[in-house]
């Protein structure tokens, strides 16, 4: 596609529950990013994978929080015992190589509400 | 760590009128990025800047970077009304990986 896709835009689940988010990247893009968005805030970095591989999972806030990238294109994040202070938008980002300079092209993002 | 801190965090200004939004950040970086928000969109890219003294011009959006004060500016000529959005500047630091650090954004308004 032409940009960075994400499903679902909304998501709303109840405290506990298991949820998946998932990111398409642009087609061709090496590098792939999770940030987290609360209301009134910019992004928050959660992991970047270069590939098929996390190169870098220093966001990601405890171990309820996973992504994988299996294939080196598509990602899910996948969030357990969901809780509410996990309500957010979760933005994906891709770019090409992941060097100096490369532009994070960032896609619509999935709410995600916690009741 | 690096931080970044954008003032103001809200601007509300008459169409017409001339504006800067400042961007400063706690540490060395490699690159610094603006990005655009509107409501419940995602970001979109408006300027990547790699060195000290770079400036990049669109429109009426100029933005320059000074490396040895750590600050960047975002300045805005004749504001109109569809430059209304939350702007967003942020660095990285290729000893921290690919990761981006943001400041918390500047909403603007443009009051015609």
């Known amino acids: 596609g032409a940009g960075v896709s994400q499903t679902p835009s909304n998501k709303v689940t109840e405290k506990g529950k298991y949820v998946e988010l998932r990111c398409d990247p642009i087609s061709g893009h090496t590098a792939l990013y999770w940030y987290r968005q609360s209301l009134g805030q910019g992004p928050e970095f959660l992991i970047y994978?270069?590939?098929?591989?996390?190169?870098?999972d220093s966001g990601l806030p405890n171990d309820r929080f996973f992504a994988v990238r299996p294939e080196g294109s598509v990602s899910t994040l996948k969030i357990q015992r969901t809780e509410r202070g996990d309500s957010a938008v979760y933005l994906c980002?891709?770019?090409?190589?992941?060097?100096?300079?490369?532009?994070?092209?960032f896609g619509p993002g999935t709410r995600l509400t916690v009741l | 760590e690096l931080k970044v801190e954008q003032n103001p965090l809200f601007l509300s200004m008459q169409e017409g009128k001339n504006y800067t939004i400042y961007c400063n950040y706690s540490t060395t970086s490699d690159r610094l990025y603006w990005y655009r928000q509107d409501p419940g969109k995602s970001l979109e890219s408006l300027f990547v800047l790699l060195s000290n003294g770079a400036v990049k011009q669109e429109g009426r959006l100029m933005a320059s970077l000074d490396t040895k004060a750590r600050l960047s500016t975002l300045h805005i000529t004749a504001a109109v009304h569809d430059l209304s959005a939350t702007y967003f500047c942020?660095?990285?630091?290729?000893?921290?990986?690919?990761?981006?650090?943001f400041g918390a954004g500047t909403i603007l308004r443009v009051k015609s």
């Open positions: 980002a891709s770019s090409l190589t992941g060097g100096s300079p490369d532009t994070q092209y």
């Open positions: 942020a660095v990285d630091r290729l000893e921290y990986g690919n990761k981006l650090v």
């Open positions: 994978f270069q590939g098929t591989g996390a190169a870098d």
